[in-house]
């Protein structure tokens, strides 16, 4: 991930000039490699993995609450989606969120300064890449990660829900993602809100056309997204969606408390 100034930073390792790398660790890790040299530096690459997850777990557990927001790096700061983002990152801080993005520049750094300028926390996940610029002046904490799918365990782990506004390829990802999560219940079911409309609202009617037609989703699918253009909106929806489901799994705790109690009780009235 390259700075302003040319630096390139591959994990906690800074480079610069000559010793700045033709390709970045995803690409050695998946490239297919002749012969059995992979059977050497694979194992190597395993601890690299996990000292990536122990280090984002390190930073990240005690953040509190957090909602992880998305959306392009090449938005310029007079376009009005980066207005967008500020407002949405100011929102989630004053209804008592913590604001995650990729820490780069664009919406991300829009996200993170609406938090930082709330007085909220401003958390930036950073990723290697040769091509784009590196952490924004406005995230507070900042994680670096070499692998992608490493980074969005964090997002995914650490987030109450998601505000995707307009991106390109690595925003669909996300979103993408994060939808699949929910839908197949590997995560706890939290909102994922679409900010804008006339950017978003094709690809819902695609999803609600040709690909619902074809039963490769299901109706009920369609409802784990939901569109808005106010931002203060799609902050109620996250803000709303979390309280509902923190009720709903302290409800969830207390029967079975209520359920172990009335078992001890049964048990302990039982002739032996």
């Known amino acids: 991930m390259s700075d302003h100034d040319g630096t390139y930073r591959k994990g906690p390792v800074l480079l610069r000039r000559g010793q700045v790398p033709r390709t970045t660790s995803d690409q050695n890790l998946l490239a297919r490699g002749g012969g059995a040299e992979w059977v050497h530096a694979d194992p190597w690459r395993v601890m690299r993995i996990q000292s990536e997850f122990v280090e984002g777990f390190g930073a990240l557990a005690e953040v509190g609450p957090a909602v992880s927001v998305f959306g392009s790096a090449r938005t310029k700061p007079d376009h009005p989606d980066y207005e967008l983002g500020v407002a949405v990152g100011r929102g989630l801080v004053e209804a008592g969120y913590a604001v995650m993005t990729g820490g780069g520049p664009g919406i991300m750094e829009a996200a993170n300064r609406g938090a930082a300028e709330a007085g909220g926390l401003s958390i930036g996940l950073g990723i290697e890449l040769p091509f784009e610029q590196g952490m924004n002046p406005w995230v507070d904490l900042g994680v670096n990660f070499r692998y992608f799918f490493a980074r969005k365990t964090m997002f995914v782990k650490y987030a109450q829900g998601f505000v995707v506004l307009p991106g390109g390829f690595g925003t669909f990802d996300e979103l993408f ?77 207390r029967a079975n408390a209520e359920a172990e109690q009335a078992a001890e009780r049964a048990s302990g009235g039982a002739p032996e």
């Open 177 to 253: 993602e994060s939808l699949t999560l929910v839908q197949t219940h590997k995560v706890t079911e939290f909102p994922i809100v679409l900010v804008g409309t006339s950017y978003w609202q094709g690809l819902l009617d695609w999803l609600r056309g040709p690909v619902l037609d074809r039963g490769t989703i299901s109706a009920k699918d369609l409802d784990l997204v939901q569109l808005v253009d106010d931002p203060d909106e799609a902050v109620r929806i996250v803000h709303e969606r979390d309280a509902q489901r923190r009720a709903e799994e302290e409800a969830a705790v």
